[in-house]
T-cell receptor, first 116, second 110 residues
Framework: ETGVTQTPRHLVMGMTNKKSLKCEQH?????MYWYKQSAKKPLELMFV???????ENNSVPSRFSPECPNSSHLFLHLHTLQPEDSALYLC???????????????FGEGSRLTVL | RKEVEQDPGPFNVPEGATVAFNCTYS??????FFWYRQDCRKEPKLLMS???SGNEDGRFTAQLNRASQYISLLIRDSKLSDSATYLC???????????FGSGTKLNVKP
């Protein structure tokens, strides 16, 4: 059982659709992340939220729009995506204490996105 | 240039073998180092942190060489259940930036 839950687990959408991915962490962590995992490529950091504030936007196209309403929820809003955006989108959380961290990211099981 | 580089493998080894993976990182300001494990179609999970003095957890030994900017993972007495992809991870500048290598795939055969 994971402390980070993602929905939906699978999503198929057309290029003109608008959809959202949802992530919820039950671990009391203060940092949340979106990562993209494509075949044969390393996990790509997309967004980081620390105490609900976005601290990292890793040159992600504007067709991906994150939202963090509180420290335990994270959304990724999707619109006018391209077929090359098809990938596994992983949400993660961690506990960040100033300049220290446990160094452990807790991942959700991912949302597998297919863009037609 | 990639922040973290790993040999993608696959490494195919028999049960009981000893296998070692290396990973190099490009940024000398990298601060913390980890090995994560990812099973097929599952999320990554922390295997162990890597300390400058080297550290061991059962059959797993991790080493860090800051001068040469590489990290290693040694698995002794491989089990079938060790079959997975092993991800090298470094953090840079602050602990909110975790950079992943593309992973090394290990297949342990009976």
């Amino acid at each position: 059982e994971t402390g980070v839950t993602q929905t939906p687990r699978h999503l198929v959408m057309g290029m003109t659709n608008k959809k959202s991915l949802k992530c919820e962490q039950h671990l009391g962590h203060n940092a949340m992340y979106w990562y993209k995992q494509s075949a044969k490529k390393p996990l790509e950091l997309m967004f980081v939220y620390n105490f609900k504030e976005q601290t990292e936007n890793n040159s992600v196209p504007s067709r991906f729009s994150p939202e963090c309403p509180n420290s335990s929820h994270l959304f990724l809003h999707l619109h006018t995506l391209q077929p090359e955006d098809s990938a596994l989108y992983l949400c993660a959380s961690s506990q960040d204490i100033g300049d220290r961290s446990t160094g452990e990211l807790f991942f959700g099981e991912g949302s597998r996105l297919t863009v037609l | 240039r990639k922040e973290v580089e790993q040999d993608p493998g696959p490494f195919n080894v028999p049960e009981g073998a000893t296998v070692a993976f290396n990973c190099t990182y490009s940024n000398s300001a990298s601060q913390s180092f980890f090995w994560y494990r990812q099973d097929c179609r599952k999320e990554p999970k922390l295997l162990m942190s890597v300390y400058s003095s080297g550290n061991e957890d059962g059959r797993f030994t991790a080493q860090l060489n800051r001068a040469s900017q590489y990290i290693s993972l040694l698995i002794r007495d491989s089990k079938l259940s060790d079959s997975a992809t092993y991800l090298c991870v470094v953090t840079i500048y602050n602990f909110n930036k975790f950079y992943f290598g593309s992973g090394t795939k290990l297949n342990v055969k009976p």
